[in-house]
């Protein structure tokens, strides 16, 4: 089992969320392991736990993913080093996330006054959409670490669901008779990451910014800096 104080990766994540009992002494915690054939009983919480009792969670929502995706598709050479930059933007993504819930849960385990001070109910009611929406790590940071800061950052943009009262789209005016208008449907492979480049980048800096806001943390800082430890 891992150490409470190891630090925590994607891979040993789930272990910081179990106990650690000693099945000699914690009798809430026996069970008949040796009648199925196995050797621990300590699998109820490795393997059995891992398989039966959990389920997947993003770590980003779907917008900071798909500016990660398009940004690394302008970089990438071949899909080897596709994959490979996409594993290491994956670990820089989860430490920046795990570093801001450690500082959230130790504010407000260490200082429940926090719970008093509420966030607008605006705000909060729009964070819980985009948690609900996405069950994100990042989303289920943002939503709690909003309890944790002074400042208050830019509402996140309206909800784009019909369950969410999304607004009625607009009719595109009517094309005048015998008038025909040249359009091309032409779309290269490397424009389809490109013409969304700078519309996510927008979202990603306001996303990024009221992380930041929120949590006190400067994640364009980190990750220059992760970058500069991956190289060395």
């Known amino acids: 089992m ?7 990766t994607i891979d040993n994540h789930l272990e910081a969320h179990t106990p650690q009992p000693d ?17 621990d009983p300590n ?12 389920v997947k969670c993003a770590i980003q929502d779907p917008y900071g993913w798909h500016h990660d995706v398009c940004d690394i598709a302008n970089i990438a050479k071949d899909k080897n080093e ?14 920046e996330i795990q570093d801001a819930w450690e500082k959230t849960k130790a504010l407000l385990t260490g200082e429940p006054s926090h719970w008093n001070t509420a966030p607008d109910e605006t705000l909060l009611w729009s964070l819980f959409v985009r948690l609900a929406r996405n069950f994100s790590y990042d989303s289920f940071v943002g939503y709690f670490g909003s309890y944790v800061t002074n400042d208050r950052p830019p509402n996140p943009p309206p909800p784009s669901t019909p369950a969410e009262n999304r607004p009625a789209r607009q009719q595109q005016p009517k094309e005048s008779p015998g008038r025909k ?4 449907t032409r779309i290269t492979k490397r424009s389809i990451c490109e013409q969304h480049k700078g519309r996510d980048d927008v979202k990603t800096q306001r996303q990024n910014q009221q992380l930041e806001a929120l949590l006190g943390i400067d994640l364009g800082a980190k990750l220059a800096v992760s970058k500069v430890i ?3």
């Open 181 to 184: 208008t040249a359009t091309s």
């Open 43 to 54: 699998v109820l919480f490795t393997t059995l736990h891992a398989e039966f009792n959990s």
């Open 230 to 232: 991956n190289k060395n």
């Open 82 to 95: 596709f994959l490979i930059l996409l594993k290491t933007r994956q670990n820089e993504r989860f430490e």
């Open 23 to 39: 099945y000699e002494l914690d009798q809430e915690w026996q069970w008949p392991f040796w009648k199925f054939g196995y050797d």
């Open 2 to 8: 891992a150490s409470w104080f190891q630090s925590r």
